[in-house]
Structures are given as structure tokens and as C-alpha cells.
């Protein structure tokens, strides 16, 4: 089974990733936050430069309605030396919906038809489609894949939500099932170019998703693997750090290396302290904090009220193990 590390905006551009594969590692693939400006941000460019990423290989996503803008893209990741590249079909964010991109994109289907066939036409890099199952209701599922089945994609990874559902409630594995059915069974696709996304937080969950699909190969992750970092090396079988005091080495020393990435790249301690705050919200549970002491370190206004905090967590986690 090949594991992927998903998209994730705001959380896991390269700073995160860098850490995150120099302390656990495990992922088959790591894709980039999306990309939407036809000439790179500042921060996108960085995002991409292959001397700024330890994670690979990195797919770049790219997030656009317009063939010419998404090709453009396209170029500059070319001349960068990627080969592949992954389109946004799933955004449910209001302002890139009212666009018609990301999860919009898949309200006007005779648009994302013409557009599909402009950019693999065109496209000097394969491209991969990452896809909700429709916007409002379940029954746009089945024309939507009629219209990726036209196209030479390298892979098609489904979020089986739909836009209106965001991330909550339970995820539409019937609607999985479809395309597997549609695209495997009568298309003649091969397996592999499907890969499911959604709501694996644990080994449970990936065996009930396993027993359900046993011709799946890929899978792609993204919220357990902020909750819980050893994810993809105890999917792939080598088991989770067994010693609990390197354990918590582990965690505090990829905590660490956030901390002092952000440092070097942001202006001021605010931002760099309401960056480490929202990481907690994904790591609490994972480092054994209780709720008040989640808002003991959310509550710290200064590096060093900050890292004197986190320093007591780690002490008394070890001396709670003795
Ligand atoms: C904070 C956050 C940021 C995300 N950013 C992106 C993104 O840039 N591109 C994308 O395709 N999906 C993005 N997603 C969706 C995830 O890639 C993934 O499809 C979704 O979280 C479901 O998978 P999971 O249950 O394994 O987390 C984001 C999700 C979250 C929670």
C-alpha cells in the first residue's frame, strides 16, 4: 500500500513537512498547500523550491478554473524540475467556491470539461486530480466521473464529501465505491490510479477501509497525521515508537525544530507563537496534554513564557513515566 501525505494550507507547507520527514517520515508522496497565482508568491515560490523541501517526492497542487493560468503554473514547476502536478477540485473554503475553483470547479461541469481538456492537451507534466464527490448532492458523482473517465490522468484521489458537508460527518465511502465500480469495473482503469482520501485517523480505521476495498493501493492522509505523526510508518507495518521516553524525545525534539524553523522565517514573536498555538490544537492528544494544560501553552504570550511551558510538559511526561 503506498501512503500520501495530503495537501494541507496554512499547516503543512515546507517548514512542517522538512520536520516532519526528519523526525517520522513514512509517506509514499507529499503534496504542497495549493498554488493559485499564475506568477508564484513569495511564499508559494518558496514553497516549491526543490533546496527548500527534505519531503519527496513533492507533488505541487495548483488551484485554478483558468487552463492558461494552471499551465503557467505549470511551466514554472517544469522549469523547477517536477514532472507531476495535481489539480484542486476540492477546496470548500466560500471565497474560492464563489469563484468557481476548488469544489466550485465541480458546479459547472461543462466548464471543467472544456478546461480539463485544455490542460491535458497542453500540459507538459502528468497530472494527477484530487476531487470531492459534488457540491450539493450525491447525484453529480456519476456525471463528474464520466467526465474525469475522458482524461489521461495519473491518479484520481477522492475526498468522498461533498463541498457542503466540509469536513464533518461521515464520509460517502458508497460513493468510493462508485468510481472503483465505474472506472475499474467498466472503464478497464487500472486500480492504481484511484487513491481514497478521508478520515483515517488510526489502523482501525484503515483496516475497516482495507476489508471494504481489498484492491485498493493508495490511500491518502491528512488530519491523522497531524494528530498522530507515527501514522504512516505503523500502516506500513514497522509498528510505533515502542520506548516511551523516545518517544517523547521524538515528538518534543519535530516540535522543536517547528518552533525554531518559524522563528527563523517569521517577523516577531506573535505570529510565530499563534503558528505553534494552532499546531497544539492537532498535537495535544498525541503528547498526553489535558485540557488545561492545552490552555496553559495557548495562554503564553512570549518565547519565554512559551518555551518555559513547553519545557514542563516534557519534564513532567518523563518523570511520569518513572
Ligand atoms: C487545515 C487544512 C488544510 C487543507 N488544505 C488543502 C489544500 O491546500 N489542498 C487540498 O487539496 N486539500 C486541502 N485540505 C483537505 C485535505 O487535503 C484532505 O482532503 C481532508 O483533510 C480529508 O482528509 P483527512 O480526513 O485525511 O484529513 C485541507 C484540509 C485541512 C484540514
Redesign the pocket.
Known sequence: MKLYF??????AGYIFRNAFVHHYCGADRYFT??LSNPILSHKERNDVLPENNAASPLIP?ILANNSEYFLEIAKTLKDLGYSEVNL?L??PSGTVVSKKRGAGFLSVPDSLDTFLGEIFEKCPLKISL?TRIGMEDISEWSHLLEIFAKYPFSELII?PRLRREL?GGSVHRDAFKTAFDYLVGKKGLSADKLVY????CSAEDFSSLTAEFPELTKV?????ALKNPEIFNILHGKGEIKNPKEKLDTFYAYHDELFDSYRNIMYGEKPVLFKMKELWGWFSEYAGLDAKELKSIRKASSFTAYTSTRRQFQTQAISALR
Open positions: 495530503a495537501p494541507l494550507e496554512g499547516v498547500p495549493f497542487q484542486n476540492g477546496c484530487k475526498h469536513y482520501n478521508g478520515d483515517i491518502m492522509i491528512g488530519r491523522g
